[in-house]
């Protein structure tokens, strides 16, 4: 168990009151409730909850967009009942049960349910009914989160759906005390249908692994239609084999939706205009499993030198095809009703073959990305081939499949494998593609 080291710490530095601080990006900084159009950031920010450090306030000079941590601060404390519900409270977990041997941190040992029951964030969309959204981003400032320390699982939901690549995220954040940081996350295809809702509801939690983790929310912005990224700085390191301790020439190093760069000669990286704040570098090479590090970028600044260790990849058998991580292979006899995301009887029978096959394997993680021949508006054709492989997913999940373990993308006409000039080379264009991203 451990300590509860940070239970009267207050950070020794002058604190700012929180007073009218304005910017262009974030308008009123004591709003709970903001919606800003045409700012440097992205041509709409809806920001829920006030930026204010769960009301302890900033150090004289802090930016808390610049990607420094907060410093520490005292825990735990009231909420106040005008902010924004889900922002500056404590929140545990439901996997912890009071009561019981797992372990747990100060948050969960100073706070008691009902109380600390983790609170949905709700972002109300019908101010940008007359913006045409074609991406979009948010922006989250954490507190004490610790996943990697004790091994917990948080899901990630926005109106109910998992959002996997923010689940990564969170998962791979290690804050190790009552410190904020901010974090930024890109939106999938499969997200941007959400925007068609009244609103976002945001959840996390962790209803399945019993470690009592608290962890705190400031607030959350969504960015529609982002633009340049204000606050940037850059990511260098290496890649190495983790037993020989060579470099690997030609490996990826890659921050996920930011950007990707190969190694040179010497295995050395330099990842630019990365976001400010907590984020994830990820590293590959043909043969090899990946590798994740936590990094903090400063505004303006370049990391220290990132070291990613990467291990020899194993091999699996899937349709009498080997594979390692990073490989692919079109799914044969996927198929679906004309113009339509219905799965058909062959499609059913090649995922029971996958589902066996990820129940055998179950550390195994799949991208599902679905592919379409070039008729027709490529638009339409990208939403129909994200609605196909969510049919995929969605069926694998009922035959007992993590979703976690699932991500997907629709390219449409995007990613041809043969010219669209007969039938039958569109018909090799229409499919499904799997891909190992985890071994």
Same mark, same amino acid.
């Given at each position: 168990?451990?300590?509860?080291?940070?239970?009267?710490?207050?950070?020794?530095?002058?604190?700012?009151?929180?007073?009218?601080?304005?910017?262009?990006?974030?308008?009123?900084?004591?709003?709970?409730?903001?919606?800003?159009?045409? #700012?440097?950031?992205?041509?709409?920010?809806?920001?829920?909850?006030?930026?204010?450090?769960?009301?302890?306030?900033?150090?004289?000079?802090? &930016?808390?967009?610049?990607?420094?941590? #907060?410093?520490?601060?005292?825990?735990?404390?009231?909420?106040?009942?005008?902010?924004?519900?889900?922002?500056?409270?404590?929140?545990?977990? #439901?996997?912890?049960?009071?009561?019981?041997?797992?372990?747990?941190?100060?948050?969960?040992?100073?706070? $008691?349910?009902?109380? &600390?029951?983790?609170?949905?964030?709700?972002?109300?969309?019908?101010?940008?009914?007359?913006?045409?959204?074609?991406?979009?981003?948010?922006?989250?400032?954490?507190?004490?989160?610790?996943?990697?320390?004790?091994?917990?699982?948080?899901?990630?939901?926005?109106?109910?759906?998992?959002?996997?690549?923010? $689940?990564?995220?969170?998962?791979?954040?290690?804050?190790?005390?009552?410190?904020?940081?901010?974090?930024?996350?890109?939106? #999938?295809?499969?997200?941007?249908?959400?925007?068609?809702?009244?609103?976002?509801?945001?959840?996390?939690?962790?209803?399945?692994?019993?470690?009592?983790?608290?962890?705190?929310?400031?607030?959350?912005?969504?960015?529609?239609?982002?633009?340049?990224?204000?606050?940037?700085?850059?990511?260098?390191?290496?890649?190495?084999?983790?037993?020989?301790?060579?470099?690997?020439?030609?490996?990826?190093?890659?921050?996920?939706?930011?950007?990707?760069?190969?190694?040179?000669?010497?295995?050395?990286?330099?990842?630019?205009?990365?976001?400010?704040?907590?984020?994830?570098?990820?590293?590959?090479?043909?043969?090899?499993?990946?590798?994740?590090?936590?990094?903090?970028?400063?505004?303006?600044?370049?990391?220290?030198?990132?070291?990613?260790?990467?291990?020899?990849?194993?091999?699996?058998?899937?349709?009498?095809?080997?594979?390692?991580?990073?490989?692919?292979?079109?799914?044969?006899?996927?198929?679906? $009703?004309?113009?339509?995301?219905?799965?058909?009887?062959?499609?059913?029978?090649?995922?029971?073959?996958?589902?066996?096959?990820?129940?055998?394997?179950?550390?195994?993680?799949?991208?599902?990305?679905?592919?379409?021949?070039?008729?027709?508006?490529?638009?339409?054709?990208?939403?129909?081939?994200?609605?196909?492989?969510?049919?995929?997913?969605?069926?694998?999940?009922?035959?007992?499949?993590?979703?976690?373990?699932?991500?997907?993308?629709?390219?449409?006409?995007?990613?041809?494998?043969?010219?669209?000039?007969?039938?039958?080379?569109?018909?090799?264009?229409?499919?499904?593609?799997?891909?190992?991203?985890?071994?």
């Amino acid at each position: 168990m451990r300590k509860l080291s940070y239970l009267f710490l207050f950070c020794c530095c002058h604190l700012l009151s929180f007073s009218q601080l304005q910017t262009a990006a974030d308008g009123d900084w004591t709003k709970q409730l903001l919606l800003l159009k045409n #700012t440097p950031e992205a041509d709409a920010m809806i920001r829920v909850g006030d930026i204010d450090n769960l009301s302890f306030g900033w150090a004289e000079g802090f &930016n808390p967009f610049s990607g420094r941590n #907060t410093d520490p601060h005292g825990y735990p404390w009231e909420p106040d009942k005008t902010d924004a519900a889900g922002t500056d409270r404590i929140m545990v977990p #439901t996997g912890y049960k009071y009561g019981s041997e797992a372990s747990y941190e100060g948050y969960t040992g100073s706070t $008691e349910r009902p109380a &600390n029951n983790p609170v949905p964030v709700s972002i109300p969309l019908n101010g940008i009914r007359d913006i045409t959204a074609t991406a979009a981003s948010l922006q989250l400032f954490i507190d004490d989160f610790q996943s990697p320390e004790f091994q917990k699982k948080f899901q990630f939901r926005i109106n109910g759906q998992r959002f996997i690549e923010a $689940e990564k995220i969170i998962n791979g954040v290690n804050q190790g005390g009552p410190v904020g940081k901010l974090i930024t996350i890109k939106f #999938t295809g499969e997200q941007m249908t959400l925007l068609q809702a009244d609103s976002l509801v945001i959840f996390i939690d962790d209803p399945v692994t019993d470690a009592g983790d608290g962890f705190a929310i400031d607030f959350v912005k969504l960015l529609i239609n982002p633009k340049e990224v204000l606050y940037k700085g850059s990511i260098k390191g290496t890649i190495i084999d983790e037993a020989t301790k060579k470099p690997l020439a030609n490996a990826r190093a890659e921050v996920k939706d930011y950007g990707m760069v190969q190694t040179d000669a010497e295995g050395n990286f330099l990842l630019q205009a990365v976001p400010a704040g907590l984020n994830i570098v990820a590293g590959s090479a043909t043969g090899y499993s990946s590798a994740q590090k936590q990094v903090d970028v400063i505004e303006g600044e370049t990391t220290e030198d990132v070291i990613l260790e990467l291990k020899r990849s194993g091999k699996v058998t899937f349709n009498n095809t080997t594979m390692q991580e990073g490989d692919n292979l079109v799914m044969k006899n996927i198929q679906f $009703e004309v113009n339509s995301a219905v799965l058909l009887a062959a499609g059913k029978l090649e995922l029971d073959k996958l589902a066996v096959f990820m129940n055998q394997n179950p550390s195994v993680e799949i991208l599902l990305s679905g592919h379409t021949s070039s008729e027709g508006s490529a638009s339409l054709n990208r939403e129909l081939s994200l609605k196909r492989v969510k049919s995929c997913k969605d069926y694998l999940v009922s035959k007992g499949i993590d979703e976690g373990l699932i991500t997907i993308k629709g390219l449409g006409p995007d990613q041809p494998i043969a010219p669209n000039d007969t039938e039958t080379n569109r018909a090799k264009n229409r499919r499904v593609e799997l891909k190992i991203t985890k071994l």
